[in-house]
């Protein structure tokens, strides 16, 4: 089994900063891509940022510019340093990884989330 933990979150004023982690344990083999996806009161999950193994990435057009992710393949562990914050990025933030274990294939695993508010 895996388990993905996700850390950082907290509250913000507008314009603020906040760093997450996500940290992979268990039986893994490999991880491909990991992601973080978000989910407001009222709205569906949406995708926030992913990176591939190889450090590939990709953002949502609404945070390209103040969000990076990152990740540590030697310590199963994916990042998402956020700046500039605004009252908008008010969500529960989760992290998503594609693992492929150890006598398992590839699945998709999800966190139990972290919230992030960012308000004055």
């Known amino acids: 089994q895996v388990q993905l933990v996700e850390s950082g979150g907290g509250l913000v004023q507008p314009g603020g900063s906040l760093r997450l982690s996500c940290a992979a344990s268990?039986?893994?083999?490999?991880?491909?891509?990991m992601g973080w996806y978000r989910q407001a009161p009222g709205k569906q999950r949406e995708l926030v940022a992913a990176i591939t193994r190889g450090s590939s990435t990709n953002y949502a057009d609404s945070v390209k510019g103040r969000f990076t992710i990152s990740r540590d393949n030697a310590k199963n562990t994916a990042y998402l340093q956020m700046n500039s914050l605004k009252p908008e990025d008010t969500a529960v933030y989760y992290c998503?990884?594609?693992?492929?274990?150890?006598?398992?294939?590839?699945?998709?695993?999800w966190g139990q989330g972290t919230q992030v508010t960012v308000s004055s």
């Open positions: 268990g039986s893994i083999f490999s991880i491909n891509t």
């Open positions: 998503n990884a594609q693992v492929r274990g150890v006598t398992d294939p590839t699945r998709s695993y």
